[in-house]
């Protein structure tokens, strides 16, 4: 079964000072890989996927995320981080075939200091 | 504009009161989902449903039933309120793909409070 790790539950950033965010996977084979951004009081928005190709993927708002398939990881980056970036971050695996559900972790908070 | 829209956005009751979160999406898209979010558990899925009349078990539906009788339409029926229920519910919506998951676009959410 699959199964998504984010072992940061908050994480605090400067504003201007780079950001990743963790994320590792447990999965039988090279599953489709998910970044969503939940802002508070909205329900959640597509950063950023990875199906296949280029293993370092561009999303919107500025961030980026690689596919390491020996570290089984898709860690999500940003170089200079806004206080508007201050909001949960999710990462979500999907399977390659068949079954269409998506597997979230539990999610980082990101809190932007002055 | 595209979307999928839930009704109620909060709503405080008591148990045993039955209670209906509608969403629609105006996609056409074949697939929907219902998850739960709470704290220091992510999202978890409650139901799915592949098209129209299709409908299957997520992780957690004990509680809970849904229907799709319509393609836009996936309602979240909870006929038996109780505190445990008590969370922020999210519908989602996509294209089914040939194979594997897809993109989903979520609603807004519905902050849902059993008393």
């Known amino acids: 079964a699959q199964s998504v790790t984010q072992p940061d539950i908050h994480i605090t950033v400067s504003e201007g000072a780079s950001l990743e965010l963790r994320c590792n996977y447990s999965?039988?084979?090279?599953?489709?890989l998910f970044w969503y951004v939940q802002s508070p009081g909205q329900g959640l928005q597509l950063l950023l996927k990875y199906f296949s190709g280029d293993t370092l993927v561009q999303g919107i708002k500025g961030f980026e995320a690689e596919f390491k398939r020996s570290q089984s990881s898709f860690n999500l980056r940003k170089p200079s981080v806004h206080w508007s970036d201050a909001a949960e971050y999710f990462c979500a695996v999907g399977a390659r075939t068949g079954f269409q559900k998506l597997v979230f972790g539990t999610g980082t908070r990101l809190l932007v200091s002055p | 504009e595209a979307q999928v829209t839930q009704n109620p956005r909060y709503l405080i009751t008591v148990t045993g009161k039955k209670l209906t979160v509608t969403c629609s999406q105006n996609m056409n898209h074949e697939y929907m989902s219902w998850y739960r979010q709470d704290p220091g558990l992510g999202l978890r899925q409650i139901y799915y449903?592949?098209?129209?009349?299709?409908?299957d078990k997520g992780d957690v539906p004990e509680g809970y039933k849904v229907s799709r009788k319509e393609k836009r339409n996936f309602p979240l029926i909870l006929e038996s309120p109780s505190p445990n229920q008590t969370s922020l519910y999210f519908c989602?919506?996509?294209?089914?793909?040939?194979?594997?998951?897809?993109?989903?676009?979520f609603g807004a959410g519905s902050r849902l409070t059993v008393l």
């Open positions: 989602a919506s996509s294209f089914t793909r040939e194979t594997g998951a897809n993109v989903l676009t």
């Open positions: 449903s592949m098209n129209v009349e299709v409908t």
């Open positions: 999965y039988g084979a090279t599953p489709y």
